[in-house]
């Protein structure tokens, strides 16, 4: 039987639009209750700092380009390993029945709790322990994001040098857009097309005008570039939400709709041609040297499925800028299913469009030989450079279909995945901050509630971190194979606060956070098991300790 990855995207886009319409409506309505009438922190605790009401568009922008990062990327590019099959159905379903509902009750009880972080609040909904326990592991959890997402944006600066200038130059361009544009609320979509243009026309000139970043004082460029971001990171986290994450992640996410567009109409033509067909098996349930699909797709894909940092930008920045519950219905599940549908053309891009042309130094492969570069084995699919490089050419070989040259698609892929990981990047550091904050008001550590203080701490601490194993900044590689148990632990651990919370206001329709909370933690906790055996037969005793407690919590 054979598939076609068109009509595959289709349907699923489809039917994304219409379950956000039904089951997405009734959990607002029926189950959680979502009332315009209802206060919100935005309004009632509104400072112009951190608390700042911004409307629903806005708001999906900070928050789709915040959760989604370079997760829906790279861990559905891994995933496809086990087969293209086993990866969409997990990232379709996950996406609906999981991702979206953790995401949405996240963000509606952070909203009815003053907008605390969910570690905050699952003392005050379940228990102390629980909450001691939850920003344990939120701290490692943002300590590993804030490093690793740093290098990325580096290893992308230095695999894909067009890209500087282009991601760059959205800051100063964001922050005159925020004044004008945001803020004046005066023709803010000719404001927001002129300002996306510009975006654009600075993506022509970075591919025109690569930039290459020199090895200076002993550093190599992806230690530079680490440095250079983390000290960003600081800056950017501190400012007020409305003068540059508000404005730079709206215009993020509208320079992202629209690379999105150019990738989907190539896949809609390509499709229509035949020349996209999948590349991948549908089903290898032995790849070379890869651990058991069960429960390791489940972690290795979580972003795009399900996803716990999810809840800790739900409950970190978006619920303390929304401006009525009835927006979170479009900001929390709307931006999961979203980015769903993300994970899905990624799919298609690693198992098909990376098949119409991969060149190599013979010549061009295509088909299941383009494939087999990057998936002949766990080993050879596991590198970050190849994960990367299967997107960008899957991608970019999709867009030439409607006229854009190859080296021009790269380009806009490879500033479309810096800059969602700067979005997240500047996120993660911002919720370091809060959750330190948290800390010190929990323990009564007054200096630790200082802005400036705990923002030093997040980024020095990811810093450290980064240069662990040498001047290059890849230290964090060395916690990155606890990440996923890790990331979906906190997934759990954010639908079991939303069960215990539903369970004494709706009943028996608790199950709905009830069944996945459940799915997940067996899932997390059997990969965790089976992480932990290797870990001590491969001697790593710094990842079987970490592991080792992590279990135990």
């Known amino acids: 039987m054979t598939f076609n990855p068109l009509i595959i995207s289709i349907i699923c886009f489809i039917s994304y639009i219409v379950i956000y319409k039904t089951l ?43 959760i989604a990062g370079t997760g829906p990327i790279v861990g559905p590019a891994i995933g496809v390993i086990w087969g293209w099959l086993p990866a969409l159905l997990w990232v379709f379903f996950g996406s609906i029945f999981m991702g979206a509902i953790h995401d949405f009750s996240a963000l ?15 003392g005050d909904i379940i228990n102390d322990r629980v909450r001691l326990l939850f920003y344990c592991i939120v701290s490692l959890a943002l300590l590993i994001v804030i490093a690793i997402f740093g290098m990325i944006i580096a290893l992308i600066f230095d695999q894909f040098p067009s890209s500087v200038i282009a991601v ?17 609320h005066s023709a803010v979509l000719l404001k927001t097309a002129l300002a996306v243009l510009l975006l654009y026309i600075f993506i022509w000139i970075g591919y025109k005008v690569p930039l290459t970043m020199p090895e200076l ?56 041609s035949g020349s996209l067909q999948f590349a991948a098996p549908a089903i290898n349930l032995n790849p070379i ?15 795009g499925a399900i996803s716990g940092f999810h809840c800790l930008v739900c409950s970190g920045t978006s619920s303390k800028q929304i401006a009525s519950e009835e927006d979170a219905q479009f900001v929390g599940y709307g931006s999961m299913l979203a980015e769903g549908a993300l994970a899905i053309v990624v799919i298609v891009a690693v198992t098909a469009g990376i098949g119409i042309a991969y ?10 030989d383009a494939f087999q ?9 596991s590198g970050l450079s190849s994960k990367l490089s299967a997107v960008v050419i899957g991608m970019a070989n999709m867009m030439e279909a409607i006229g854009i040259p190859l080296v021009v698609g790269s380009t806009i892929v490879g500033v479309f995945i810096a800059s969602f990981a700067g979005t997240t990047l500047d996120s993660a550091t911002r919720v370091q901050r809060y959750v330190i904050a948290e800390l010190g008001e929990q323990f009564n550590v007054s200096w630790l509630t200082n802005k400036w203080i705990a923002t030093a701490i997040a980024v020095i601490s990811a810093l450290a971190l980064a240069f662990s194993s040498g ?8 916690l990155w194979p606890l990440f996923g148990a890790l990331n979906q632990l906190l997934g759990g651990l954010a639908l079991l606060v939303a069960t215990v919370y539903l369970k004494k206001r709706v009943g028996i329709w608790s199950l709905l956070t009830g069944l996945p909370c459940i799915f997940i933690m067996i899932m997390t906790f059997w990969a965790s098991i089976i992480n932990q055996i290797d870990f001590i037969h491969s001697m790593n005793w710094i990842l079987a300790a970490i592991n080792g407690l992590v279990i135990l919590m």
């Open 359 to 368: 060149p190599v130094e013979s010549g061009v492969l295509t088909g299941t």
């Open 471 to 478: 001047f290059n900044g890849k230290g964090a590689l060395l």
């Open 108 to 122: 509606m009880i952070s909203i009815r709790h003053q907008g605390k972080s969910i570690s905050s609040i699952s």
């Open 217 to 272: 004082f002993g550093l190599p460029k992806t230690g530079l570039w680490t440095i250079i971001l983390l000290s960003y990171a600081f800056i950017a986290s501190i400012l007020p939400v409305q003068v540059l994450l508000q404005p730079r992640d709206y215009l993020n996410a509208w320079q992202l709709y629209i690379s999105l567009a150019a990738i989907i109409a190539g896949l809609v033509v390509t499709g229509v």
């Open 373 to 381: 570069v990057h998936y002949a084995s766990w080993q050879a699919s």
């Open 289 to 303: 040297g890869a651990p058991p699909i069960w429960p390791f797709l489940f972690i290795t894909i979580a972003c």
């Open 24 to 66: 997405g409506t009734f959990i607002a309505k029926k189950i959680f209750k979502s009332r315009s009438s209802n206060p919100v922190p935005s309004k009632m605790l509104a400072d112009e700092k951190e608390y700042v009401a911004s409307s629903k568009q806005v708001m999906f922008g900070h928050h789709f380009t915040s």
């Open 168 to 184: 760059w130059i959205e800051i100063p361009i964001a922050i005159l857009f925020g004044y004008i544009g945001l803020r004046k």
